[in-house]
């Protein structure tokens, strides 16, 4: 201990002097300076004491100074947090990879805390041989893949049908994660089982306390579904469904069951609540629209945004994210004046199909107010809808698969709001 404590004060008393020496160089190269800068001046403790040892965070966590930067939900939204919603902070994110802990959680109820040891996946229905697997039994599969993808919640923006609501894109586009999963086909998986000459669709079924279900087009589980077990490399985390997800990329997120424990195989869909009931679209003549499966071509502007609002007058760049459930983001338009102009944004990062896709666009702010937005085309065509396009195909009613233009108002300070212009 002694030794320690002297061993530091000498320390403190080396930098000390290095400290006045920096200071003496500020002053000196910034002669006349009426205020130096402390930050420049003054020896912060981070660098005159010595830090944490390696023993201390076997897990690590973020700067404190990031304790902002969290999954935020909307208490009215729902009627209880067990059946509810929180939502991804996109404006503080940047690339295309979603960390863990920020990612949103959509659950029916509440978090299934699954021990693996005691977790089982049962295929069973048109197959030669019923099975019954363990997640170790699955990780022995040879085909083991890594994919990034997006999963979007058909209700993402959904609360924005009948006119700007929520003051942020956390709120109004956060029901969105992209992360990359490590898992093994489901088609490795039933072929394994050995398909039956009928079967055409499969119920995914999750073992938390809703059982949730949907039906699955086998097409569909034959072409890219996984079942995973990894997210950014370590094991899925209980919210995102642990030990084991079906991931149905480019489709809506209700279909990507979580701890998965039951495939049946069959020769039609089920219609279960969450295909009748709920995740179908109330069209404006009164019909509804059943299985929408794929999640259409989306974009967002992140920064600036409500909560990320202009503050520099000067050069800023804009960024945000754009996706499509069909394939590859081809191009992102952005407009500052309300969709008067349009210039191409600059994507950068790996633009995978089904994923998340950064862009930027660099621009200068003197203090004008702007109507900022973002125009996404994917590799197939097709564009990203205006909102007034969306209502006049789809009405009001609906709460799903919302994926029209979204309008940031920069007012002259700075800050920034949802709004919508016609
Ligand atoms: N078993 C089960 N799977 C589920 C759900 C659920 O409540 N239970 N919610 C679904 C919905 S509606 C969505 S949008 C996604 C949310 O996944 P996330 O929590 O990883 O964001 O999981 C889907 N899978
Ligand atoms: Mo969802």
Same mark, same amino acid.
């Given at each position: 201990?002694?030794?320690?404590?002297?061993?530091?004060?000498?320390?403190?008393?080396?930098?000390?002097?290095?400290?006045?020496?920096?200071?003496?160089?500020?002053?000196?190269?910034?002669?006349?300076?009426?205020?130096?800068?402390?930050?420049?001046?003054?020896?912060? %403790?981070?660098?005159?004491?010595?830090?944490?040892?390696?023993?201390?965070?076997?897990?690590?966590?973020?700067?404190?100074? @990031?304790?902002?930067?969290?999954?935020?939900?909307?208490?009215?939204?729902?009627?209880?947090?067990?059946?509810?919603?929180?939502?991804?902070?996109?404006?503080? !994110?940047?690339?295309?990879?979603?960390?863990?802990?920020? =990612?949103?959680?959509?659950?029916?109820?509440?978090?299934?805390? &699954?021990?693996?040891?005691?977790?089982?996946?049962?295929?069973?229905?048109?197959?030669?041989?019923?099975? &019954?697997?363990?997640?170790?039994? !699955?990780?022995?599969?040879?085909?083991?893949?890594?994919?990034?993808?997006?999963?979007?919640?058909?209700? +993402?923006?959904?609360?924005?049908?009948?006119?700007?609501? *929520?003051?942020?894109?956390?709120?109004?586009?956060?029901?969105?994660? +992209?992360?990359?999963?490590?898992?093994? $086909?489901?088609?490795?998986?039933?072929?394994?089982?050995? *398909?039956?000459?009928?079967?055409?669709?499969?119920?995914? /079924?999750?073992?938390?306390?809703?059982?949730?279900?949907?039906?699955?087009?086998?097409?569909?589980?034959?072409?890219? =579904?996984?079942?995973?077990?990894?997210?950014?490399?370590?094991?899925?985390?209980? /919210?995102?469904?642990? $030990?084991?997800? *079906?991931?149905?990329?480019?489709? /809506?997120?209700?279909?990507?069951?979580?701890?998965? #424990?039951?495939?049946?195989?069959?020769?039609?869909?089920?219609?279960?609540?969450?295909?009748?009931?709920?995740?179908?679209?109330?069209?404006?003549?009164?019909?509804?629209?059943?299985?929408?499966?794929?999640?259409?071509?989306?974009? &967002?502007?992140?920064?600036?945004?409500?909560?990320?609002?202009?503050?520099?007058?000067?050069?800023?760049?804009?960024?945000?994210?754009?996706?499509?459930? #069909?394939?590859?983001?081809?191009?992102?338009?952005?407009?500052? %004046?309300?969709? #008067?102009?349009?210039?191409?944004?600059? *994507?950068?990062?790996?633009?995978?199909?089904?994923?998340?896709?950064?862009?930027?666009?660099?621009?200068?702010?003197?203090?004008? @107010?702007?109507?900022?937005?973002?125009?996404?085309?994917?590799?197939?065509?097709?564009?990203?809808?205006?909102?007034?396009?969306?209502?006049? &195909? #789809?009405?009001?009613?609906?709460?799903?698969?919302? +994926?029209?233009?979204?309008?940031?108002?920069?007012?002259?300070?700075? @800050?920034?709001?949802?709004? /919508?212009?016609?």
């Amino acid at each position: 201990m002694e030794s320690d404590r002297s061993h530091r004060a000498s320390r403190r008393r080396f930098l000390g002097g290095v400290g006045a020496a920096v200071a003496l160089l500020g002053s000196g190269r910034r002669a006349g300076a009426a205020t130096p800068d402390p930050a420049i001046t003054e020896l912060p %403790d981070w660098t005159r004491y010595l830090g944490e040892g390696v023993a201390s965070r076997p897990y690590g966590r973020p700067s404190e100074f @990031e304790a902002h930067v969290v999954r935020r939900n909307v208490a009215w939204l729902t009627a209880s947090p067990e059946s509810s919603v929180n939502f991804t902070p996109l404006h503080d !994110l940047d690339g295309t990879i979603t960390p863990n802990g920020l =990612c949103f959680e959509r659950h029916h109820s509440g978090v299934a805390e &699954v021990d693996p040891a005691k977790h089982r996946l049962m295929v069973h229905g048109l197959v030669e041989r019923p099975r &019954v697997f363990t997640v170790a039994d !699955l990780k022995r599969f040879p085909g083991r893949a890594n994919r990034v993808y997006f999963m979007e919640c058909a209700a +993402n923006s959904g609360m924005e049908w009948r006119g700007a609501q *929520l003051n942020g894109c956390q709120f109004t586009h956060g029901m969105v994660h +992209n992360v990359m999963y490590t898992g093994v $086909p489901l088609k490795a998986v039933l072929e394994a089982c050995g *398909l039956g000459p009928n079967a055409s669709w499969l119920l995914a /079924e999750g073992a938390d306390a809703a059982a949730m279900t949907r039906s699955v087009p086998l097409a569909k589980a034959l072409d890219d =579904c996984l079942l995973a077990w990894a997210m950014n490399g370590e094991a899925l985390r209980p /919210e995102q469904g642990y $030990p084991l997800r *079906l991931v149905v990329p480019g489709w /809506e997120g209700n279909m990507w069951i979580k701890w998965l #424990r039951r495939i049946e195989v069959g020769d039609r869909p089920w219609h279960h609540r969450e295909e009748t009931a709920k995740y179908t679209d109330l069209m404006a003549d009164g019909r509804a629209r059943r299985f929408t499966f794929i999640m259409d071509a989306k974009s &967002v502007v992140t920064n600036p945004s409500p909560q990320a609002p202009l503050v520099h007058k000067g050069t800023n760049l804009l960024s945000g994210l754009a996706w499509s459930g #069909r394939g590859r983001v081809k191009r992102v338009d952005v407009t500052l %004046d309300g969709g #008067r102009n349009w210039r191409h944004a600059r *994507l950068d990062g790996p633009v995978l199909p089904l994923s998340l896709t950064r862009f930027y666009f660099p621009f200068n702010w003197n203090g004008r @107010e702007l109507l900022i937005q973002s125009r996404v085309i994917d590799e197939t065509g097709y564009v990203q809808p205006t909102k007034q396009a969306l209502r006049q &195909v #789809r009405g009001t009613s609906s709460i799903y698969h919302n +994926n029209g233009i979204q309008t940031w108002h920069v007012h002259a300070g700075g @800050e920034t709001e949802n709004v /919508e212009i016609s």
